[in-house]
């Protein structure tokens, strides 16, 4: 009994030991758009999804230092790529600053392009908003998103966006698949292999005496 005691702790230990590995991490260092004082989430059109960030108010796309969205890991993904700016880059067309305007990266989008995102930034008293963009959608319009009951900054009630990012991500390749138990089969391969484990050692003790 003792010795099956002590394989069903070692077996209690790898399955919480499977938990803690695939355990997801969670994204930090971010706000909702949508409050009960303000709501931005709809101020670009065919955006699926909003993050305003906590800590970062600089959008640098230098080649020698990562990129600031994926440092602040916007949407909870680090493998952003720049693309362009609205309105600057050749392909990226529309109003690049000010309170409202247009937006159209239809000449530059790729199917490769797995998520696409425009990230707004202003100037002082505001963070960076990015806006993650819905499946297909490659043109709209936008109005800054840095309002006075947002950001509680002294002044006007708006602020003039000073550019908007794009960044894409990737499509990734699906790896060749491998034959990989489900955790639920590896439960059951290692009950059974407890089970045998017990099984021969009663033989054998039947066998001794």
């Known amino acids: 009994m003792k010795l099956f005691h002590n394989l069903a702790a070692v077996a209690a230990t ?17 706000r909702s758009c949508t409050t009960g004082s303000y709501d931005i989430s709809d101020n670009v059109t ?10 970062f108010s600089q959008d640098s796309v230098s080649p020698n230092k990562p990129l600031t969205v994926n440092e602040a890991g916007f949407f909870g993904n680090t493998d952003w790529m720049f693309g362009g700016k609205i309105g600057s880059n050749s392909g990226y067309k529309g109003t690049s600053d000010g309170q409202s305007g247009s937006w159209d990266i239809s000449n530059v989008i790729k199917s490769t392009w797995d998520d696409v995102m425009l990230v707004f930034k202003s100037g002082q008293g505001t963070q960076l908003v990015g806006y993650q963009l819905n499946d297909a959608v490659s043109s709209g319009t936008w109005e800054s998103p840095f309002e006075k009951a947002a950001f509680n900054f002294k002044g006007k009630n708006t602020k003039d966006v000073s550019h908007i990012s794009v960044y894409y991500r990737e499509e990734q390749e699906t790896p060749k698949k491998r034959s990989i138990p489900e955790p639920t089969s590896m439960l ?22």
């Open 14 to 30: 790898t399955v919480l030991g499977f938990g803690v590995i695939s355990a997801p991490a969670s994204a930090a260092g971010f």
């Open 46 to 55: 065919g955006a699926s999804n909003c993050d305003i960030s906590n800590d």
């Open 188 to 209: 059951g391969l290692l009950g059974f292999g407890v089970f045998g484990t017990v099984s021969t050692l009663k033989h054998k003790q039947k066998q001794e005496a």
